[in-house]
């Protein structure tokens, strides 16, 4: 196996990886600036309150995106697996 072939590869996964987490990322962001300015308006700092929010933001963004989270690491896993026999060589 060459090292191009290689640097393709984990390339093509670290994409994969990057595509899948990023709602959940948005999510947490967007909860956490939403917050940051409710704390900052209200003067309220508590940690608790800046944590289960985005928690809970995370938490619902990964259980709708779970069924498309799911096609795309196994997409790429299948494709992997597919080009075994050309990569062995």
């Known amino acids: 196996m060459s ?3 290689v640097v393709g590869i984990v390339r093509q996964a670290i994409e994969t990886a990057v595509i899948v ?3 959940m990322l948005a999510a947490g962001l967007i909860a ?4 940051s300015i409710f704390q900052t308006v ?3 700092q ?4 800046a944590f289960i929010p985005r928690a809970a933001a995370i938490f619902v ?3 709708l995106t779970f069924p ?4 795309v690491v196994t997409g790429f896993a299948g494709a ?3 080009r075994l026999p050309e990569l062995v060589r």
């Not at 498309?68 to 096609?71: D, S, T, V």
């Open 21 to 23: 987490t990023l709602p």
């Open 61 to 63: 963004v990964f259980a």
């Open 3 to 5: 090292e191009a072939l």
């Open 46 to 49: 508590d940690n608790v309150l």
């Open 32 to 35: 956490g600036i939403l917050v």
């Open 80 to 82: 992997l697996i597919r």
């Open 68 to 71: 498309w989270m799911l096609r």
């Open 42 to 44: 209200t003067s309220i």
